[in-house]
């Protein structure tokens, strides 16, 4: 009796316990045929690699501020449940443009600094920094119990001297917005060029067959890799998520950039 009234209790409160969701918020590097002609983003591949779903919410051609001001991080604020993990990388599309673009941010890697900007037709629009647009969005996730991760922007297919060109400023942008939200830092970029490199020019150019951003699925797969054993490398709970087929992934240096 005691057994079976155990059961209908489990089975009562079982619907109630909702399990963990990753959410991705990103770029075109990130989303679902992200660049067309047959690209994809790494998004798509992270979900065989961890024990929870994967939601992608990446979308093309968006930004830090255009992410924000299309509402977009609002929507998955107002998704989210406390123990969801949400994985934020922009950074290709944030860079200046004269007109304005409805992208670009203002320079500079302090929270607070403004600028004006002039669109096509002559209005002009105040902008933040992309640590602002991170930051606000870090701390309203954190506010609802989800658990924030900023990744930097991957590498594109850029060498020289052999090597996988030097990380741009969005990178280190990245590291501050997570540093000052006490939020958990992937370098994404660092892990994918160790991979590149590990793999050659040569092996990396078949990646990238729209242009020298977007990946082919294969591509993808890769940078998806990079991810996971940023993960294991470093600090974090997501960690624990990793399934066996994450445990798997090749290790491509000796050392990390976590």
Request: with cysteine; hydrophobic share 40%.
């Amino acid at each position: 009796m005691f057994a079976s009234l155990s059961a209908i209790i489990l089975l009562l409160v079982a619907p109630a316990i909702q399990a963990q969701t990753v959410y991705l918020a990103g770029d075109s590097t990130m989303a679902k045929n992200g660049g067309g002609s047959g690209s994809d983003g790494w998004g798509q591949y992270l979900g065989q690699y961890l024990t929870i779903p994967v939601i992608n919410n990446a979308v093309a051609g968006r930004s830090s501020r255009s992410y924000t001001d299309e509402g977009r991080f609002t929507t998955l604020i107002n998704t989210v449940k406390s123990g969801d993990y949400v994985i934020i990388e922009f950074g290709h599309n944030d860079g200046s443009a004269n007109p304005d673009n409805g992208r670009q941010v203002a320079v500079g890697d302090a929270y607070d600094t403004t600028a004006t900007v002039t669109a096509a037709d002559g209005t002009k629009i105040l902008i933040h920094t992309f640590p602002y647009y991170i930051q606000n969005a870090v701390n309203s996730l954190k506010a609802k119990g989800a658990i924030p991760i900023v990744s930097s922007q991957t590498p594109s297919n850029d060498w020289a001297s052999g090597a996988i060109v030097a990380a741009g400023r969005f990178v280190g942008y990245a590291a501050t917005a997570a540093s000052r939200t006490s939020a958990t830092y992937v370098n994404h970029y660092g892990y994918v060029a160790q991979s590149f490199q590990k793999l050659g020019q040569a092996t990396t150019k078949t990646f990238f067959p729209v242009d020298h951003t977007h990946t082919s699925p294969a591509g993808a797969n890769v940078v998806a890799q990079a991810f996971v054993r940023a993960l294991l490398c470093g600090t974090n709970t997501l960690k624990s998520k990793v399934n066996s087929a994450g445990q798997a992934v090749p290790s491509m240096a000796s050392f990390n950039f976590i």
